[in-house]
Structures are given as C-alpha cells and as structure tokens.
C-alpha cells in the first residue's frame, strides 16, 4: 500500500491524534533499518539516541521519521550537498552533521551524535513556526527543514526540494513504511 499524498496548508495534514506512538512506529521499521546493514546494535542504538534528543523539545516519532525519510536509519548513510552545495551528513542528513558513510557497528555516541545534530537543525526551524507540539508548527518546520523556504498555504511545494517531503512523513507518523 503506497503513501497518501497530502498538500496545501498544514490543516489539511493528518491530525496528531492519527499519529502511531513512537514504540509502534519504531518497530514497524526495525526490519527496514536491518535491510541497510544496520546491525541489531545500531538499531537499538537509534531508539536510545531518540529518546536522548528529544530532551531538546522535539517529539520521538517526530525525529525518528525525519531519520526515516531521510536515510532509512542506515547510520552508514553517505554525505550528500544540499542546493548550497554545503555537506548534510548523518541519519538526518543535516549541515554540521558528524557522518560515517559506509561504516556499521557504530558507537552510542557516535550514533547519538548525528541525531542530537539533525535534531538541533529540525529544533531551529521548529522555533520559526512557533515551537508548539501542534500540527501547524510541525508540518511547518518539516517544510522548513527539507528545503529551508515555506510556502504555508502548500507544504508540499518544495521550492526545488522534495515536494512529497511532508506528506512522506505525515504517513510515516500514521505508520506507514516504505
């Protein structure tokens, strides 16, 4: 079953109380990270980063999907350029971002480090959609962090980035996998 596309404003977007809790949608992906050479220690590894950034005021499934949609939680994922041509490394594939393209078997820090970094991105675009655990600062701020612009009455026009970009994760928070 494929993803449903969304688009215009954030309202018309999955409401949060469509939203899987964060040890569902974890799970319904563990197979998925496993499939990218992510060893049974990285994955476990990946949830305890989670939880450890989220103490910077950004919901768990929140991030997890962002790490999802972003590198499939392969902590090995390589370093693209974003449209600056500046380097956006880790499982958030964010600028400043410490990377370990092709390597496994990670360390907790090592691990802990690229989702505290992608985070921290995603936590500074939050703040300029209001910093509310709500859908409308939420969805924004994804729009923000993918492509660094907004268009609020579509959030699915990326500006040169991914345009599905949003409505990718508002089905992931729904449970959705790839």
């Known amino acids: 079953m494929g993803f449903t596309w969304y688009s215009g404003p954030a309202s018309s977007f999955p409401p949060m109380s469509t939203w899987k809790d964060f040890e569902t949608i974890f799970n319904l992906n563990k197979a998925e990270m496993l499939q990218t050479g992510d060893s ?55 600028e400043e971002s410490p990377a370990f393209p092709g390597q496994h078997n990670l360390s907790q820090e090592q691990i802990t480090s690229m989702v505290i ?19 409308k600062s939420i969805y924004e701020a994804l729009r923000l962090y993918n492509s660094g612009q907004i268009n609020a009455n579509n959030l699915s026009d990326g500006k040169g980035a991914t345009d599905s970009y949003v409505s990718d994760i508002a089905n992931r928070l729904q449970g959705m996998t790839n």
């Open 40 to 94: 049974g220690e990285d994955v476990g590894r990946i949830w305890n980063a989670v939880l450890e950034a989220a103490k910077l005021g950004v919901e768990e499934r929140v991030i997890f999907c962002i790490i999802m949609q972003e590198s499939t939680g392969n902590v090995g994922v390589g370093t693209p350029k974003d449209m600056d041509n500046n380097p956006t490394g880790g499982l958030m594939q964010a």
């Open 117 to 135: 970094a992608g985070t921290k991105h995603f936590k500074g675009n939050l703040i300029q959609t209001g910093n509310q655990d709500s859908e």
